[in-house]
């Protein structure tokens, strides 16, 4: 079911660490990690779920995403459905009929429309970008803006274009190895300035803040937001929060 978000509604979530904008919608049930903005317009479908930190522009389009923790995706970022075209037909009358009797034909198999998309930690898609159904995107991967993304896209890589192609790899593969090893993403970070703008220094600073036990780990837990026991007859369902 979709829980479509009001001002009303947006504002009882923020103590739950949702931030969201009038007008979107979400799935029910959602599961994510605290805190998580998503601004109006955007829409998430299906199972979806949303690492800590992670921001969904306006007028986002996602079926079936499993995000990591402080994604930045951009406006109009969507996923795309699949059709079967070693079928004798792509079209949908022949797995999922959308229009009703007398103009119903009978379907004759199935077929994944969309499959889950997996996107890291850290990533970055630009505005418009269109993402082909099953899809990995790796940790600290950056899309840019009208980007067609075909195929998985290895950690820490900038690609573009139609269809998307590798432009150049982000950092040094000696620093790469570093963040694997010790994700800055992992940590609660609010009381290190690190020095966001030198990568090689802001690594050096957290993997001593780590080794020296001056930091702990981000662990807020996965929460579900989901509607409860179906209610009195007339009234609204309740929103439950439980365990993920």
């Not at 903005?37 to 955007?42: K, P």
């Not at 995000?67 to 059709?83: F, K």
């Not at 889950?116 to 930690?121: K, R």
Request: glycine share 10%; with cysteine; charged share 15%.
């Amino acid at each position: 079911m979709s829980l479509p978000i009001n001002a009303e509604l947006s504002k009882g979530l923020e103590s739950y660490g949702l931030f969201l904008s009038d007008g979107c919608l979400l799935p029910t049930p959602f599961r994510f990690e605290t805190p998580v903005r998503i601004w109006h317009s955007a829409q998430l479908h299906a199972s979806c779920s949303v690492g800590a930190y992670t921001s969904i522009s306006p007028g986002a389009l996602l079926v079936d995403v499993r995000m990591g923790r402080y994604c930045s995706i951009g406006d109009g970022v969507q996923t795309l459905s699949d059709h079967p075209a070693d079928w004798f037909t792509t079209h949908m009358l022949a797995y999922a009929p959308n229009f009703p009797e007398p103009y119903r034909h009978q379907s004759v198999g199935q077929f994944p429309s969309h499959s889950p998309v997996t996107i890291g930690n850290d990533v970055w898609i630009g505005s418009r970008v269109s993402l082909k159904s099953g899809i990995t995107i790796g940790d600290g991967a950056v899309i840019g803006a009208g980007a067609v993304v075909t195929r998985d896209v290895a950690p820490f890589t900038v690609v573009g274009g139609v269809p998307a192609k590798v432009i150049r790899q982000r950092f040094p593969d000696t620093l790469v190895e570093r963040i694997r090893a010790c994700p800055w993403w992992n940590w609660d970070l609010r009381t290190l300035a690190l020095d966001w703008q030198h990568p090689e220094a802001a690594q050096s600073m957290l993997e001593e803040a780590v080794a020296e036990n001056r930091l702990s780990r981000w662990n807020p837990g996965w929460r579900l937001l989901d509607r409860g026991q179906p209610p009195a007859e007339g009234q609204p369902a309740p929103l439950v929060f439980l365990p993920g």
